[in-house]
């Protein structure tokens, strides 16, 4: 009972000093702005579909009856090889999710390893039952499948909350069994031995009771997998899984009710395996909380990484020349930051195995009807990253910010530092552009029904992609970056979560939208022009390719002009006032 009174104690003035510091920092007229923006998204897209009356009609996700008796199985089957996860990889040790001050104030104090357990486990499962609960009662999660969303909700953190339970009863295992001698290989050597064991039992029942269907006849292809995994050793090894998915799966609020009891069972069983350990998780627990503090704050500071430090010296993408243009060094520095992956050796690597791979699928019958299908995704995913990939490589571009100093320190002008810092991130999202537009040209050009993609035509395309996609790329940059210089404490401000946060992205999301539309309209009236133009006394391949090269033309024009003005901008910009 003490244990419980701390932790609604911690949990408590926790919450309230959050809440307190986010009402206070409403007083800067930037986390206002973005709250009632935020606030006006989460009414217009959430809360009204919550205040508005249940619609009825069809339940559209609902599924069939002979469906029923294979999907429970089958994702009873998913749901065992997660659980496998948790035995056969891990290797780090057994550790508690708690911060740094947590670690500091309550290892030291006379709480015992159950109690801190207690802590820990009931934090993350009140953490999650709210998460779970408002979202299903927000969107209405549920009323398609037969019951209502809190039923819905209950089933979902059941499931959830299990799983998490199992991943931290089983680190505590992995832990016994190293303090017991046991090391990694050998027990995911004995865990791969007993899945072996039940995969040959399994199979050997099948064969003996089950005999397989033909493979067109799909009604018997599902009552041939439900009878499988419905009987003998399947059975009784995905017994517990379906009993804690079955309310999830449940057609009616009878049913539910029904399979609620053996789910809870499953809960209370993971809840006691994990509290009864005593295994020592101190020290693991205090290094998980130093790592995610400092991981914490380099989100806040935008210096986030996907990779850890490199345990040697980089090779650089190509050789340095002592004398050359400027903006040049930005572009070898950032290659060699970003890591061995953006080399061009590896870009030609890549292209080579698309081109075997679009060969090899147009050599087979089945793999020519996936040549279609497929060049199409990556020609929508090539499109994609032109208007998203921007605002996802230009990390770099706020670290701008931090280094400013020194940068102006150097015997450079301001253009040059705009368009070194620049030139990185293009590079890397044109060079991505590049391997998906080849990608789906060598595709589509194979498919059934490509003979319209000429080889004149593939040619003009190849140019006008070459030509354009820097220069896009480059515009598309300098709208985020224009506004990173002109509101540096918003961009500040706008690292870290809330309500206010969320609405700042998305004045800024729709401020770079528009921008961009504006910006790309000389380009696009130009190259229609000159596109209809050649079109009366040429063919396609000619007129794309002057159609292009004028686009190119008042594209660089305007990336000039904004590396100019951000340039000029730099060499005003007084670090030591204008980031407070």
Not at 14 to 28: A, E, N, P, V
Not at 55 to 62: D, I, L, V
Not at 291 to 298: C, D, Q
Not at 519 to 539: D, K, M, T, Y
Request: hydrophobic letters at 60%; a positive charge.
């Amino acid at each position: 009972m003490n244990t419980v009174r701390a932790l609604l104690y911690l949990e408590a003035t926790s919450l309230t000093g959050m809440l307190r510091q986010r009402l206070k920092r409403l007083r800067q007229p930037k986390y206002l702005v973005g709250a009632i923006a935020g606030a006006a998204y989460m009414y217009w897209f959430v809360f009204r579909h919550m205040l508005a009356a249940p619609r009825t009609g069809a339940r559209f996700m609902a599924m069939p009856a002979e469906l029923t008796g294979v999907i429970l199985p089958l994702a009873a089957l998913a749901l065992l090889l997660v659980l496998l996860y948790a035995w056969l990889f891990p290797s780090d040790r057994a550790a508690l999710r708690f911060s740094e001050a947590e670690t500091a104030f309550l290892f030291p104090a006379p709480i015992s390893r159950t109690g801190l357990i207690h802590i820990s486990v009931l934090r993350a499962q009140l953490v999650l039952f709210v998460s779970v609960f408002l979202l299903s009662l927000l969107l209405r999660r549920g009323h398609a499948v037969g019951i209502g969303p809190l039923q819905y909700a209950t089933a979902l953190w059941l499931i959830i909350a299990t799983l998490r339970l199992h991943f931290l009863g089983a680190s505590f295992m992995r832990e016994r069994l190293l303090d017991l001698g046991l090391p990694p290989l050998a027990r995911r050597a004995v865990v791969v031995a007993i899945v072996a064991a039940l995969a040959v039992a399994c199979i050997a029942w099948a064969r003996a009771h089950a005999p397989p269907p033909a493979m067109a006849d799909g009604r018997a292809l599902a009552r041939y997998v439900a009878d499988t995994l419905g009987g003998g050793p399947a059975a009784a090894v995905l017994a517990p899984l379906r009993w804690l998915l079955a309310p999830l799966f449940a057609v009616d609020t009878a049913a539910f009710l029904r399979a609620l009891p053996a789910a809870l069972a499953l809960l209370v069983a993971h809840y006691a395996w994990v509290v009864r350990a005593q295994v020592s998780f101190e020290e693991a627990s205090i290094a998980l909380a130093r790592k995610r503090a400092e991981t914490l704050g380099a989100m806040r500071e935008g210096r986030m990484r996907l990779r850890g430090a490199p345990k040697r010296a980089r090779r650089a993408a190509f050789e340095l020349s002592p004398q050359g243009p400027a903006a040049t060094a930005f572009l070898w520095k950032g290659l060699i930051a970003a890591g061995p992956f953006w080399r061009p050796r590896n870009a030609l690597i890549a292209a080579v195995l698309v081109f075997v791979a679009s060969t090899w699928l147009a050599g087979s019958p089945f793999g020519a009807t996936l040549l279609q299908p497929f060049g199409y995704l990556f020609l929508g995913i090539a499109a994609w990253s032109a208007f998203v990939g921007p605002m996802l490589v230009q990390g770099g571009l706020r670290q701008t910010l931090d280094h400013l100093d020194v940068l102006r320190a150097m015997p450079l002008r301001g253009w040059q530092i705009a368009l070194g810092q620049l030139l990185t991130p293009i590079a890397m999202l044109v060079a991505a552009q590049w391997l998906l537009l080849f990608a789906a040209a060598c595709l589509l050009w194979r498919a059934p029904g490509g003979g319209w993609l000429t080889p004149g035509l593939v040619a003009s395309a190849g140019v006008a992609v070459v030509l354009l996609a820097p220069l896009v790329c480059a515009l598309m940059l300098c709208v985020p970056f224009a506004g990173l210089l002109l509101f540096p404490g918003w961009s500040s401000g706008g690292r870290g979560g809330g309500i206010d946060v969320m609405g700042q992205r998305l004045i800024f999301g729709g401020v770079y939208l528009l921008a961009l539309a504006v910006s790309l309209v000389p380009a696009s009236i130009v190259a229609g022009a000159l596109l209809f133009a050649v079109r009366l006394v040429a063919e396609w391949p000619l007129a794309i390719v002057v159609a292009a090269v004028g686009a190119t033309a008042v594209l660089a024009a305007e990336v000039a002009l904004l590396v100019r003005w951000l340039g000029a901008r730099i060499e005003r910009f007084d670090v030591s006032t204008e980031l407070r």
